[in-house]
């Protein structure tokens, strides 16, 4: 049998000490390189038992947390801890239960103005220019063209309107990603359909029969696009982003050769598994079925949802493309 366990770390700020909560009544985290922020819910058991203050009197629950805070969650089994996330409380609610919201770093990202203009733009120099010295960034060497911000534009806002040039980003721990999605451990994490896969909405299609349309923007250089669309009219749209295709010809093969790499035999949607392997975004996933072995492969994992309660500590994990 395996214990669960959870450590939620409220850090230590000017108005108080840090302190942990250990009991916890849920803990609900998502995650993906779609969605620009990471989120958390921690809700608390109504019995919680919260620090005291330096002179011995206890206190309330909002003078111990409040928004801003920094948290670090972490959960495993038995010893083994891993941090599953670390951010900012953004909000804790007054009712019972009371629940702790959280977004990750990108929360900061929010409340930072930014200014830029160029005709010839790279990633690395944008981002230079508008998010603050004290967060390390991993950028893609990638030109967008001719780029503005807009008046009262956040960082955050910034980098929500580059997924309009295909980049995208998110937070690794403390790091700001940008224009790199599948860059995590080449180690794929194993699924057995027999062994550690709970359930699962998941459905293998042969390639003849995935219907997709790829609809292939090219930024030019002096900020124009071009936008051409090839497969099925009535697929599942992906929106892919190419820098300075010239003419609509060349822009067409790109998409093309895009369409054939979505179309390959495989599954398609979710599965529900346990904490363990633990896995994030990025990351890859070996999927197995003694009963079906032509079936195996690896795949790139998009989006992690963690639920961690009375009933069990699983993840919902959403698979994307296979990984070649």
Not at 84 to 102: A, K, M, S, W
Request: charged share 25%; aromatic share 10%.
């Amino acid at each position: 049998m395996l214990a669960m366990i959870a450590h939620i770390e409220l850090m230590a700020n000017e108005r108080r000490q840090g302190f942990e909560l250990r009991h916890i009544a849920s803990c609900k985290i998502d995650s993906s390189w779609e969605d620009l922020t990471d989120t958390a819910q921690i809700e608390l058991p109504r019995n919680i038992k919260l620090p005291k203050l330096h002179s011995g009197q206890p206190t309330n629950l909002k003078q111990w947390i409040r928004q801003g805070d920094r948290v670090r969650i972490r959960l495993g089994y038995n010893s083994n801890l891993r941090q599953e996330f670390i951010g900012y409380v953004t909000d804790i609610t007054t009712d019972l239960p009371v629940r702790i919201r959280c977004e990750d770093a990108m929360w900061k990202l929010k409340q930072v103005s930014a200014s830029y203009a160029s005709k010839h733009t790279k990633l690395p120099e944008l981002l230079g220019r508008i998010v603050p010295s004290t967060i390390a960034t991993d950028v893609a060497n990638s030109d967008i063209g001719s780029f503005r911000t807009k008046r009262s534009e956040t960082v955050a806002q910034v980098l929500s309107r580059l997924k309009d040039y295909g980049v995208y980003s998110y937070f690794r721990k403390e790091t700001l990603v940008c224009g790199k999605i599948y860059t995590g451990s080449s180690n794929a994490a194993k699924f057995d359909f027999t062994k550690n896969i709970i359930s699962n909405n998941l459905r293998f299609r042969l390639a003849e029969d995935i219907k997709v349309k790829v609809v292939a923007t090219s930024v030019l250089t002096n900020g124009d696009r071009i936008e051409v669309a090839v497969g099925d009219l009535d697929g599942h749209v992906h929106k892919l982003s190419y820098f300075n295709v010239q003419d609509k010809d060349t822009l067409k093969r790109y998409a093309f050769a895009d369409l054939q790499r979505l179309k390959v035999d495989g599954y398609h949607g979710s599965f529900l598994a346990f904490g363990d392997p633990f896995v994030v975004h990025g990351n890859t996933c070996e999927l197995a079925d003694p009963h079906f072995p032509e079936r195996s492969g690896r795949y790139f994992i998009k989006r992690v949802a963690t639920n961690f309660s009375k009933n069990g500590f699983r993840r919902t994990i959403h698979i994307d493309k296979k990984a070649r």
